[in-house]
Nanobody
Framework: QVQLVESGGGLVQAGGSLRLSCAAS????????MGWFRQAPGKEREFVVA????????DYADSVKGRFTISRDNAKNTVYLQMNSLKPEDTAVYYC???????????????????WGRGTQVTVSS
């Protein structure tokens, strides 16, 4: 079982930056693909970005390409989401997710992830 705890959310002005972290429990973090999803009020949860077990492959939603960067430190059991040039439409609760894989496949849908954190609020003011 994996427990995920997100941190780093907050209130930022448009054009600003935030760095989210997701700390995972357990000793097999390197066996999990990791993803970030977000959910705005009244909307469905949507894919933001994901990274393979080793960090060698990533996948980004078109809406965040060039602005967001995902990375992971398997020695620290942590995945990061660096968010730059934030826009008001990035406002949402951001969720970290994990799924156990034997390949370097990068899942990009909610039903491919088994473990979820409780989320951290990101609010971007205009």
């Amino acid at each position: 079982q994996v427990q995920l705890v997100e941190s780093g959310g907050g209130l930022v002005q448009a054009g600003g930056s935030l760095r989210l972290s997701c700390a995972a429990s357990g000793r097999t973090f390197g066996s999990y693909a990791m993803g970030w999803f977000r959910q705005a009020p009244g909307k469905e949860r949507e894919f933001v970005v994901a990274i393979s077990r080793t960090g060698g492959s990533t996948d980004y939603a078109d809406s965040v390409k060039g602005r967001f960067t995902i990375s992971r430190d398997n020695a620290k059991n942590t995945v990061y989401l660096q968010m730059n040039s934030l826009k008001p439409e990035d406002t949402a609760v951001y969720y970290c997710a994990a799924t156990l894989l034997s390949t370097n496949y990068v899942p990009a849908t909610t039903n491919e992830y088994y473990y979820w954190g409780r989320g951290t609020q990101v609010t971007v003011s205009s």
